[in-house]
């Protein structure tokens, strides 16, 4: 839908409603899908949705014949996405993907950021992120469950299960950083996020995310303090550069209890601004030094790392939050850099071996009624799931609707196919006002090769074996998932990284709950066998107990 605000700009915003505009509800689910990255996403005007360069469509005439082309795609047709552009439409079957898509792939020797920004300059590709370009952001919102389990991790390993009077250090209030200070204080604690924009600060404020601004160090160090002493939650939006700001709390002598770093660190010339620019000075050097612009983000990465050693050697706990920093870092001279553990390996991966991950749905109505609906379902029938049903509660008194209302909430194997289906029921006999898509973050446990991010230090070593992540989109396509993409990575993720995203529609009909029930079940069990492929005892478990079939080999 685009609306036409007065004067200039068509602002894209998601249909709400039952009343369809393509042929079917699946085609429709998507399109919604579609203009719901671009509604929730951090810069409409260029396509980009969040981390920098993450883009929904390749340029505003490929977004615009996507959108034609699902208004007339037949149910038994399926639509080719190459980064970002319809290449054609092929006729298939009423059990095929509507739409499959391969976003950003570059061959391996090839696959770096120089050709990344040369192709993207020619027009020839685009970097889809995780869920820009699958159409899957379903705002900050994607990724607050894992930042909030992370914390309640680290809560449990060192603070006796409870972070209230406690300090957490962090910067970036971007698209996915914004999570970060309303994941802190859902765990109790006082949060301290440094941000460059003052734009970001304010939208994370306008949303719900954030609580308070300064640009005023002392302050912040004033009502962090505070917070602390009164064991009360707090989440401060700082203006101000992490380059600076971590090494100055050095400086004064103040170690936090858990220090980690959101900004767009994985790209030195689009996402993470040097110490000493103003955000318009970046802009200009884009175009007329990027090298230069490349050098002095190096150098304030490699900064910022230090200081984060130097908390790390001092008592905080400190780790990586899935931004490539350590990588830049070690690359402009940190040594150590890879002293500090990812979150993955660190706290989350116990929950991937059995395939606990960030599945998600959308409520296509846009009525946030289906949205409660679907938690009320969860807090019934998941009493023995301890790590849903909290986050349930939670999420339903704090994280706030964006876009089209959605839910995000870490389910594995078995439980993810016995909610689709269940919300698929209640589509079919009218207790939601209309269907309901699901789909997942490509960092899932099948779907993701990432040696620096999702699988690094894995048991067998296998951490850049991108099969894995292969397997999964085609298994994806065999199980009749609405949607399956390939992504690998753009910008400076260019040759780090292959995941796969898959999306089905609950439009309550048969049809579906086999769509449905065979995806969520092949998607999960792969990622228990990957898992399980490594080594980890976790996945063993699983597949005992869940009756996954496994060859022995
Ligand atoms: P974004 O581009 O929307 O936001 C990045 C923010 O960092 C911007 O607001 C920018 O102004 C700020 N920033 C840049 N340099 C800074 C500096 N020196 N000091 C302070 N602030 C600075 O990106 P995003 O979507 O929020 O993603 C952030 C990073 O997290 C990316 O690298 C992304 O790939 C990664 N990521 C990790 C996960 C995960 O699961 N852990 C998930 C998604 C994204």
């Given at each position: 839908m685009i609306i036409r605000r007065a004067g200039?700009?068509?602002?894209?915003?998601?249909?709400?409603?039952?009343?369809?505009?393509?042929?079917?509800?699946?085609?429709?689910?998507?399109?919604?899908?579609?203009?719901?990255?671009l509604e929730n996403g951090e810069n409409q005007q260029e396509l980009t949705v969040y981390a920098a360069l993450a883009k929904a469509a390749r340029n505003w005439d490929a977004y615009h014949a996507i959108v034609d082309t699902l208004k007339s795609l037949e149910e038994d047709e399926t639509l080719v996405i190459q980064s970002g552009k319809p290449i054609g439409v092929m006729r298939t079957h009423r059990f095929a993907p509507m739409v499959?898509?391969?976003?950003?792939?570059?061959?391996?020797?090839?696959?770096?950021?120089?050709?990344?920004?040369?192709?993207?300059?020619?027009?020839?590709?685009?970097?889809?992120?995780?869920?820009?370009?699958?159409?899957?952001?379903?705002?900050?919102?994607?990724?607050?469950?894992?930042?909030?389990?992370?914390?309640?991790?680290?809560?449990?390993?060192?603070f006796g299960g409870d972070l209230a009077?406690?300090?957490?250090?962090?910067?970036?209030?971007?698209?996915?950083?914004?999570?970060?200070?309303?994941?802190?204080?859902?765990?109790?604690?006082?949060?301290?996020?440094?941000?460059?924009?003052?734009?970001?600060?304010?939208?994370?404020?306008?949303?719900?995310?954030?609580?308070?601004?300064?640009?005023?160090?002392?302050?912040?160090?004033?009502w962090i303090r505070e917070a602390v002493a009164s064991r009360k939650s707090l989440s401060v939006g700082l203006l101000g550069n992490a380059a600076d700001v971590y090494p100055e709390l050095l400086r004064r002598g103040i170690v936090p209890d858990i220090v980690t770093d959101q900004t767009s660190a994985h790209d030195l010339v689009y996402g993470y601004v040097p110490s000493g620019y103003s955000l318009e000075r970046?802009?200009?050097?884009?175009?007329?030094?990027?090298?230069?612009?490349?050098?002095?983000?190096?150098?304030?990465?490699?900064?910022?790392?230090?200081?984060?050693?130097?908390?790390?050697?001092?008592?905080?706990?400190?780790f990586d939050n899935g931004n490539n920093i350590r990588t830049h870092a070690a690359q402009y001279g940190v040594k150590d850099a890879f002293d500090i553990v990812v979150f993955?390996?660190?706290?989350?991966?116990?929950?991937?071996?059995?395939?606990?991950?960030?599945?998600?749905?959308?409520?296509?109505?846009?009525?946030?009624?289906?949205?409660?609906?679907?938690?009320?379902?969860?807090?019934?029938?998941?009493?023995?799931?301890?790590?849903?049903?909290?986050?349930?509660?939670?999420?339903?008194?704090?994280v706030p609707v964006e876009g089209l209302p959605a839910r995000i909430g870490w389910f594995g194997h078995g439980d993810r196919t016995k909610l689709a289906l269940a919300v698929n029921a209640m589509v079919r006999e009218g207790k939601l006002k209309g269907p309901v898509a699901f789909s997942r973050d490509h960092l899932d446990a099948a779907s993701m090769a990432h040696p620096n991010i999702m699988t690094e230090n894995m048991k067998d070593g296998s951490d850049a074996i991108s099969d894995w992540p292969l397997l999964n989109a085609m298994l994806n396509c065999s199980s009749m998932a609405d949607l399956v993409a390939i992504h690998s990575g753009g910008g400076g993720y260019t040759g780090y990284m292959t995941s796969a995203g898959v999306t089905i529609v609950a439009d309550g009909s048969r049809d579906s709950d086999i769509r449905l029930e065979t995806t969520l079940n092949n998607d999960t069990g792969l990622g228990v066998l990957r898992y399980a492929d490594a080594g980890y005892e976790e996945s063993f478990d699983e597949i005992a107990k869940k009756g996954i079939r496994r060859v022995n080999v």
């Open positions: 200039s700009v068509d602002r894209i915003t998601a249909a709400r409603g039952t009343q369809l505009r393509c042929k079917g509800w699946r085609q429709e689910a998507l399109l919604r899908m579609l203009e719901n990255v499959i898509m391969a976003n950003c792939n570059i061959v391996g020797k090839w696959a770096t950021s120089e050709n990344f920004y040369k192709y993207q300059e020619l027009g020839l590709i685009v970097w889809g992120g995780l869920t820009a370009a699958a159409w899957q952001y379903i705002g900050s919102q994607g990724v607050i469950q894992g930042t909030y389990e992370i914390f309640q991790s680290i809560a449990r390993m060192h009077g406690r300090f957490i250090l962090t910067a970036g209030l971007g698209g996915m950083g914004g999570a970060q200070p309303l994941a802190g204080t859902m765990a109790n604690a006082a949060i301290l996020c440094v941000e460059v924009s003052e734009e970001r600060i304010d939208k994370r404020i306008k949303v719900g995310y954030l609580q308070r601004k300064t640009a005023d160090l002392d302050e912040a160090l004033a970046v802009a200009e050097m884009r175009k007329k030094d990027p090298d230069k612009l490349k050098a002095d983000a190096g150098a304030s990465i490699a900064r910022e790392v230090e200081a984060m050693l130097e908390f790390q050697r001092r008592g905080a706990i400190v993955t390996e660190g706290f989350l991966r116990p929950l991937f071996a059995r395939a606990i991950g960030p599945f998600r749905w959308v409520a296509l109505s846009g009525d946030p009624e289906d949205i409660r609906t679907i938690d009320a379902y969860i807090l019934e029938h998941f009493r023995d799931n301890d790590i849903a049903t909290n986050w349930i509660r939670l999420a339903s008194q704090y």
